[in-house]
């Protein structure tokens, strides 16, 4: 499969970036305003299936494979956990708690506020837009002829 | 109560780390070992008395609040003992399936999600955790790739998502009665006289009784339970089913609720009625797990009688049921696998004479299906007998004999499946069929173990004095009131 | 007026399941589910709830493309062996129904639509909305309560989501069982 | 009245769940109840011409508690929304493996999926 026509290629070619800079920023934003981890990654997300769609599985699979993608997703998920984990190795302070917003003090409204909030959500973010472009990926690359049980 | 977390951050780690070491199988072995007996050791070492645990420090009104009492401990330690057991007995087993890391993923993230459910004491995170614990079991049941598992695991998960979207009702009426999530300050504000009260009893008994098999919707289990790998039959019939269904089902009726008899009369005759449609079901079948993931069927219906009894010695023998089913019945389903291991084949009626090449898994099995069948020295006839006398000593004399009819039903099936599968001749195809490896057999005999000690120790007073009084008794103190009193 | 822009967007929601379970084409079906989805989007937005119709949008938009590529260039149109038999059609509806008449009442026991219990007794939103900011300092609250509050939940939906995307990669993979005899 | 048609929502997709013969549409019908479920959470939740519970810059000491609505079921419903995704993606994928082994999406075509 080698993509869509010139026309579509081109197009997506000029707003895959928006799309990221978009869901990048309802990720980083997500502790201000209305968004945050999940909607932001299944943007991004959006931009990968869109760009596979356009230009066909092989250019696709250049940029981010599907083990690749499927490493990032572990990655993302393992960041959550060891967020959650940093409260319970500190002294004093249990699993789960706002580790950096009892240590630190923050400007509030800033983007760099409450604490390890914009933290867990960048790794939502990575991890929810890799584990579903790589879903889709293997969906659509499946190729029955390659089963080999029945 | 440090420890709690630790039961599910535990297993997620190693879920995780598995993804990175997919190719080194010495580490990955190693790795499964050291978590699961690590779990079984911190099982033991919770302390007996109840306490919380506060994620993230919130006041219970605002945050997460975990929970550990006697029943609480005694499910952990029976579900940290069997994964340890089952994935002990899939290092040989799974040799024959590929992805074994992904498997070994699945079932941690399995064990993470039942010891989220058990320790949990909030609605929302019981069903977050839940969903984690059967979207590993479906994607478990699929695991074969064969066209009846995929079929199987797809009817599974179409079960399971209702059973799982009626549960999500359940907790919507519950906030928009109590405004509150944490199952304490739910069982004080919770009204049982307003018939809201009734229809969310009604929604969770049918959520949490479609996911644990009982009468009206057992239809999904003997093929979800049948088609998957022989270790993950284990720890399905043997725990998943108890912790998502039985143990929630036990802690809404008995503590947040507060007992009452109607509904709880209802549950003891559907028990009734499952325990014998499921020993039917079993006399039908060819197939060595089909058969036993039936029986099942009949075991949930057991453990759901002695629930509805309502007495104290009812729900001793439930909770003893509860043990002992998860021994006998994974102990049988991993003898099956090594059956199924050795001669590829699950058809009885099609083998024959296996006892003089597998001797041990023969030994195992005739173990295990003395248990089930309620022999006197073992451990399924003392949950049996207790069973019958509370139902006798409570006057349900016709819950008592159905019982006693399926005991018997099910000790005169069993010893044909040993004479078919182990004794007479052996067939010319199985001539160079060998035993199965030590890894396999050494977990079976720790199972075996577990029968005999178990039938021994429910006599001696430290047992019954240390795990099963206290769960019971942590049962019967009847609804959580005034526990978290204050406001914030 | 909230209430009755509510009301006929359901009733679309509504008609719009009733075309996707009647249609006999697949692609039509999914793109109306689509539909249906944008329109409970909106239904968010209405309601106050611009996080949720965002997640719902986006969560919308990717099934939609995971659904069409399931169906596109496969059979795409429903035979008719695939249909139940009328009769057991009309005794499932009837079984609805009546179970649908038998738990109406229970809806007039339920919180007045636009005046929640939260708001009057000592509820765990309150001390949200009051101490939301100065406990987390994130003034979006739904935020703090997702990643603060609650954020042992939200490792739970994240591992969610891995397992169902770990379940659907070891279910699409070409080799599940070994060759008898190979070593590797 | 918005509580029953929210119910109707759901008993539309039991009923295509328990009647329909065909995997899409199995998939679909799980999906619509899951959103009519979500829908239900969001009702309960609102307060009559209430705010969206979030601060803004401008009004830094607004009182989010006497005009805002329920926050809380908002963050569940987050969750469950992701869920549902979940359970979509891993349907999906099992529902293309057995379109590949039968060559069709039809229930009744198939060996042990009756009833």
Known sequence: MTGMTIIVKTVAEWIKGFIIFYGVYIVLLGHLSPGGGFAGGVIIACSFIMMELAFGKDQAAKELSKHGSHLLDEYGALAILFLGLLGYFLPKLPFFSNVLMQKFSFIPFHILSAGSIPLINLAIGLKVSTGLYSVYIYLSHYDPRMQEDE | ?488 | ?184 | MIYALCIVLFLLGLYGVLVKKNLIKIIISLAMMNNAINLFFILLAYRKNGVVPILSFLQPNANLYETAVDPLPQALVLTSVVIGLGVTALMVALAIRLYYVYGTFDITKMRKLRG
């Not at chain 2, 039961?7 to 190693?30: C, R, Y």
């Not at chain 2, 994974?330 to 009626?349: K, M």
């Open chain 3, 1 to 184: 007026m909230v209430e009755i822009s509510i009301f006929i967007l359901l009733v679309f929601m509504i008609i719009g399941m009733v075309f996707v379970l009647e249609m006999k084409n697949l692609l039509s079906a999914v793109v109306m589910m689509g539909a249906i989805d944008f329109g409970l989007s909106v239904i968010f937005l209405l309601l106050s709830a611009p996080d949720l119709a965002i997640v719902q949008i986006a969560v919308a938009v990717i099934s939609l493309v995971i659904m069409i590529r399931a169906t596109i260039h496969r059979e795409i149109v429903e035979t008719p062996s695939q249909e139940s038999t009328f009769s057991s059609r009309v005794v499932m509806l009837c079984f609805l129904f009546l179970f649908f008449i038998l738990i109406y009442p229970a809806f007039s026991l339920l919180p007045i639509f636009g005046e929640p219990i939260f708001a009057e007794s000592a509820s765990s939103s309150m001390k949200y909305l009051l101490e939301g900011m100065t406990q987390t300092g994130s003034p979006n609250i739904v935020t703090a309560i997702v990643l603060d509050f609650r954020a042992y939940d939200t490792l739970g939906e994240a591992i969610v989501l891995f397992t169902s995307v770990l379940g659907a990669v070891s279910v699409l993979r070409y080799r599940n069982r070994k060759k008898p005899g190979s070593s590797t």
């Open chain 2, 1 to 488: 109560m440090g420890l709690l977390p630790l039961f599910v951050a535990i297993p997620l780690f190693s879920a995780l780390l598995l993804g990175f070491i997919e190719h080194k199988k010495g580490i990955m072995h190693t790795l499964v070992m050291l978590t699961t007996s690590a779990l079984v050791i911190l099982a033991f070492a919770t302390p007996l008395q109840r306490g919380f645990y506060f994620v993230g420090g919130h006041h219970p009104f605002v945050g997460i609040t975990l929970m550990l009492d006697p029943l609480n401990r005694l499910l952990l330690i029976v579900v940290q003992i069997l994964v340890f057991v089952a994935s002990w007995y899939s290092i040989g087993y799974m040799e024959q399936y590929t992805a074994k890391s992904r498997y070994f993923s699945f079932v941690f993230l399995m064990l993470a999600g039942m010891n989220g459910i058990v320790i949990t004491a909030d609605f929302f995170n019981l069903y977050v955790y839940m969903e984690i614990a059967t979207i590993a079991s479906y994607a478990l049941v699929a695991y074969g790739g064969k066209a009846h598992e995929l079929e199987a695991s797809f009817k599974y998960l179409v079960l399971g998502s209702i059973s799982s979207l009626f549960i999500l009702l359940g907790i919507a009426l519950i906030y928009s009665q109590t405004a509150a999530l944490n199952m304490m300050v739910v069982a004080q504000r919770l009204d049982v006289t307003n018939p809201i009260t009734w229809l969310i009893i009604t929604v969770f008994a049918a959520g949490f009784g479609l996911k644990s098999a009982l009468f009206p919707f057992h239809s999904w289990l003997p093929d979800a339970h049948s088609s998957a790998p022989a270790p993950v039959s284990a720890i399905l019939s043997g725990v998943l089913i108890k912790v998502v269904g039985i143990y929630v089902l036990l802690r809404f009726f008995y503590n947040i609720i507060g007992v009452d008899q109607a509904p709880l009369t209802l549950i003891a005759w559907l028990g009734a009625l499952s325990s014998l449609v499921g020993v039917l079901l079993a006399m039908g079948q060819h197939d060595f797990k089909r058969l036993l993931a039936c029986h099942s069927v009949s075991q949930v219906g057991y453990i759901f009688i002695g629930i509805g009894l309502g007495t104290p010695l009812g729900l001793i023998g439930a909770l003893l049921h509860i043990v002992n089913h998860s021994a006998f019945k994974s102990l049988l389903f991993l003898s099956a696998g090594s059956v199924e291991y050795a001669t590829g084949e699950r058809n009885f009626h099609s083998m024959g004479g296996l006892a003089k090449v597998m001797p041990w898994t023969n030994a195992a099995s005739f173990i295990g299906f003395t248990s089930i069948g309620g022999v006197p020295p073992l451990n399924g006839f003392w949950s049996k007998l207790i069973l019958i006398i509370a139902c006798v000593s409570s006057g349900q004399w016709i819950l008592g004999l159905i019982i006693v009819v399926v005991a018997i039903m099910t000790l005169t099936l069993f010893p044909k499946i040993q004479k078919y599968v182990f004794l007479g001749d052996l067939p010319s195809k199985f001539r160079n069929v060998k035993e199965s490896p030590w890894s396999m057999i050494l977990p079976m005999l720790v199972l075996c173990f577990f029968c005999i000690v178990l039938g021994a120790l429910v006599v001696v007073p430290v047992l019954r004095e240390t795990y099963f009084l206290p769960a019971v008794q942590a049962l019967l103190s009847g609804k959580w009131l005034g526990v978290f009193q204050n406001a914030p």
